[in-house]
């Protein structure tokens, strides 16, 4: 049974039923805040697992077992499970690009650059977010968001250029790979808003995910049989589960919600937190000092969340 509540605004919330889950509305910022906790400390996990599995072995084993999880909790709540009879092109659609896609070039590029500067691309979301809804005529760009996304990209490189793992200093061919799949989840994001909106965010997730994960395994398939399981670690193994349930399942399921309730540009706002989250995080994992550029940097994200709260 999941269960979403905010103490804060309990006399404001509507109760959801949908099949045996019970839902509490509570502000999509909220939501999003979880995902940034979640998805700031699987930069740090998941390096550290691929010193040991590798990219096609992880991302198969991840989506895998993610899509059995989904359709799990998709019997649970809507009772038989049947293939979607409606929209099922977008929902493949979807699924290759947000998915297979996505999460291919992101962990192989992960796997070659430094967490550090994959977490610099992949806060350039918002901006690619932002022009390509504009563009196509799905969001609306005003002034004060606009000013928002500025605002927190600029907080992000305060953050990240002062490390020693600098823009200059990038492995070219991971940075290429965090790039394509920066783009990848922009235009997920925006197809989620076009295509989806409405649609239950478990059917949404499941199947988007279902439908990615038939294409990973046609292409990744054979690491299954090549991989040598006695050698990876306790910490290599935690790193995969963490990266199902928490930065997959628990995320999508959150980020997709977001989107239909505030839309792609607000949502993705929230990504020029996650480097903070990661810096704190490898603080800790890693004994990294923070420093002042920590600090601004993080302040000035946090306004312009608050900026894009008031414009958006």
Not at 30 to 47: A, E, P, R, T
Not at 283 to 288: F, H, M, Q
Request: net charge positive; proline share 4%.
């Amino acid at each position: 049974m999941l269960l979403f509540y905010h103490f804060a605004n309990y006399n404001r919330l509507m109760p959801l039923r949908t099949g045996r889950f019970f839902v509490y509305s509570i502000p999509a910022d909220l939501w999003m805040i979880i995902v940034v906790l979640l998805w700031g400390l699987n930069f740090v996990i998941m390096k550290n697992a691929l010193l040991e599995i590798p990219p096609p072995l992880f991302v198969t084993l991840r989506f895998s077992a993610g899509s059995f999880l989904m359709l799990a909790i998709l019997r649970y709540q809507h009772g038989p499970i049947s293939l979607p009879k409606r929209d099922y092109k977008q929902l493949i659609l979807l699924g290759l690009i947000g998915n297979a896609a996505y999460q291919s070039m992101f962990i192989w590029g992960l796997k070659y650059t430094s967490a550090a500067n994959g977490s610099l691309i992949i806060n350039a979301t918002p901006i690619v977010v932002g022009f390509l809804g504009a563009l196509w005529g799905i969001e609306r760009m005003r002034l004060g968001l606009a000013l928002a996304l500025l605002l927190g990209f600029t907080g992000v490189l305060i953050v990240l250029l002062p490390n020693r793992s600098s823009v200059s200093a990038m492995n070219f061919q991971g940075d290429l790979l965090m790039v394509g799949s920066m783009l990848s989840w922009a235009i997920y994001t925006l197809g989620v808003r076009r295509y989806a909106t409405g649609m239950d965010p478990i059917y949404l997730t499941t199947w988007t995910i279902v439908f990615g994960t038939l294409c990973l395994v046609i292409f990744n398939g054979m690491s299954v049989f090549e991989a040598q399981w006695s050698l990876y670690s306790f910490a290599a193994w935690f790193g995969l589960a963490y990266s199902i349930i928490g930065s997959l399942i628990i995320s999508y399921l959150l980020w997709n919600m977001s989107v239909q309730r505030v839309g792609g540009v607000r949502t993705t706002i929230y990504i020029s937190m996650i480097p903070l989250v990661a810096a704190l995080s490898a603080w800790v994992a890693l004994g990294e000092a923070i420093t002042v550029y920590h600090l601004l940097g993080g302040i000035l994200i946090f306004f312009s969340v608050r900026l894009a709260q008031r414009t958006a």
